[in-house]
C-alpha cells in the first residue's frame, strides 16, 4: 500500500520529524544505512530551507517505483511545497557547498542535488517546489529518456495511506502510465489501489483497453477503483487513453490543453461493457496530467512554459499545490501523475 508521511513545517522542532519520517521511508525502502543517511540529510535541508526563506511549507515523503523500470525497487520521494517568496537566484542556491540556512547542516541545495539520484527545484514568486529522489545507486543519476514520468500522493487528512496509486512501467515501445483512486480512503482503498499497480506490472505488455479488463479482474476481490490507463507507443509517437471511473486527463501538446474523458463505472465492480479508447499523437513537448478527484474539476492548467520543462514530479506538486487552498480544503486522497516526454529526469 501506498504509505506517506507529511510534515508540516512552521516552527524549529518539525525539523527533527522530518528528518526522523525521512529514516523510516529509506528503512520501508530498504536502503542501506549510507543511503537512508543521505535521505536524512536532503530532507533536513529541505525543512530547513522552508522555515528560512518561505516561513514554512510542508514535506511530503513517499515510496515511488523508478518510472519506466522493470525491477521495482523503491526509491524515497521528497516533495518540499511553500508559498513563499521563491528563490532569487536559483543558480546561485544550487552551487554546492551554498547553504540556504543557518540553522541546517551546511549541505546547501547544491550537495542535496549531487548526493540525490534526482533533483529539481522550481521556484517562483507563487512559491517553490523541489522534489528529491534517494535510491540504492549511491548518488548515481536517474538516466535520460525519450520520456518522464512523476508524482504526488497526498492522503486525506494526513492518514497513514493513500487510497490513491500511480505506477508508470515500460515495456518495449510501450511506455503506460496508471492511476487508481480506490473507492473511500483509508485502508481498504488502498488495497484496491495497489492490487491494481501490482496488476500493470503483469500486464503492461497488453494494449490499454486489455489492462482495463486484466486490473477488473483482478480487483474483484477489493473495493473497487476508479482507473485510467495512458499508453505511449514510442515507435507509433500514439497516445492510447482509456479510463473507468472519475479520474480526470489533460494532455497538453503545442500550447493547448485538451480534456480526455473516462467512462462511467468502477474496475472491480460496475465494469462497463465497453470501454472507449481515446487515441491522440503524441509530439515532442507533449505533456500528460492524470489525476484523482481530490484535485478540484476545475484546476487550472500551468500557464508557465519554464514549469513544463521541469521533472514531471515538480509539475505535478506545484500543479496539487496551486490547486488547493485554505478556501477550498481537500476532502479525498488526492494523487497526481504526469507523463512527459524528452525530459531528463534529474534537473535542473
Not at 102 to 124: P, Q, V
Request: include cysteine; proline fraction near 5%.
Amino acid at each position: 500500500m501506498t504509505r506517506v508521511w507529511i510534515i508540516p513545517v512552521h516552527d524549529s522542532t518539525r525539523v527533527r520529524d522530518v528528518r526522523v519520517a525521512a529514516e523510516e521511508a529509506g528503512a520501508h525502502a530498504r536502503l542501506d544505512a549510507h543511503r537512508t543517511a543521505v535521505a536524512a540529510l536532503v530532507a533536513t535541508e529541505l525543512a530547513t530551507n522552508l522555515l528560512k526563506h518561505a516561513g514554512g511549507g510542508r514535506l511530503v515523503i513517499d515510496l515511488v517505483d523508478r518510472p519506466g523500470t522493470g525491477a521495482r525497487g523503491p526509491e524515497v520521494q521528497l516533495v518540499a511545497l511553500d508559498h513563499g517568496p521563491g528563490i532569487r537566484d536559483v543558480t546561485a542556491a544550487m552551487r554546492d557547498g551554498c547553504t540556504t540556512s543557518e540553522a541546517s547542516l551546511g549541505a546547501g541545495l547544491g550537495t542535496c542535488l549531487r548526493i540525490s539520484s534526482a533533483f529539481d527545484l522550481y521556484s517562483t514568486h507563487r512559491g517553490t517546489v523541489a522534489v528529491a529522489r534517494i535510491d540504492q545507486g549511491a548518488g548515481q543519476k536517474e538516466t535520460r529518456s525519450t520520456f518522464a514520468a512523476g508524482g504526488i500522493n497526498v492522503p486525506f487528512a494526513q492518514a497513514e495511506y493513500s487510497g490513491d496509486a500511480w505506477s508508470c512501467v515500460r515495456s518495449g515501445s510501450r511506455v503506460t502510465l496508471m492511476l487508481a483512486d480506490g473507492l473511500g480512503h483509508g485502508a481498504k482503498a488502498a488495497h484496491a489501489s495497489s492490487a491494481a499497480v501490482d496488476q500493470l506490472h503483469r500486464v503492461a505488455h497488453l494494449p490499454s483497453a486489455e489492462i482495463l479488463r486484466h486490473l477488473h479482474l483482478a480487483l474483484r476481490p477489493t473495493r473497487g477503483a476508479a482507473v485510467a490507463v495512458a499508453q505511449l507507443d514510442s515507435d507509433s509517437g500514439e497516445l492510447a487513453f482509456a479510463g473507468v471511473g472519475n479520474i480526470g486527463a489533460r494532455l497538453h501538446t503545442a500550447s493547448a490543453w485538451e480534456h480526455l474523458v473516462s467512462h462511467p463505472g468502477i474496475v472491480g465492480a460496475q465494469y462497463p461493457a465497453t470501454v472507449p479508447v481515446r487515441r491522440l499523437p503524441w509530439r515532442p513537448g507533449s505533456l500528460l496530467v492524470l489525476h484523482s478527484d481530490g484535485l478540484p474539476s476545475r484546476w487550472v492548467p500551468p500557464d508557465d512554459a519554464g514549469l513544463l520543462a521541469h521533472d514531471p514530479a515538480a509539475i505535478a506538486a506545484t500543479i496539487l499545490r496551486d490547486a488547493s487552498s485554505a478556501a477550498s480544503p481537500v476532502r479525498d486522497d488526492t494523487c497526481v501523475a504526469v507523463l512527459a516526454s524528452d525530459r531528463s529526469a534529474g534537473r535542473p
